[in-house]
């Protein structure tokens, strides 16, 4: 089989895939997005104290 270098060509497959299963790769991009937006952001500045991390 030859492939077009362009990338321009159809992939059936892929196609047919996308209708029978849904777009997981762009619901995986939402949902990694939604969840970087929830998770807690870093401070920027020095407020903790590494003997916080010490175990007594």
């Known amino acids: 089989m030859i492939s077009n270098p362009s990338g321009n060509d159809h992939l059936p497959v892929y196609e047919s895939l996308l209708r029978e299963r849904g777009d ?14 929830q998770a ?7 407020d903790w104290d590494p003997s916080d991390f010490n175990p007594q």
């Not at 997981?24 to 937006?37: G, I, L, P, T």
């Open 40 to 46: 807690p952001q870093p401070s920027s500045s020095h």
């Open 24 to 37: 997981v790769v762009a619901e995986a991009r939402v949902a990694a997005e939604q969840m970087q937006d």
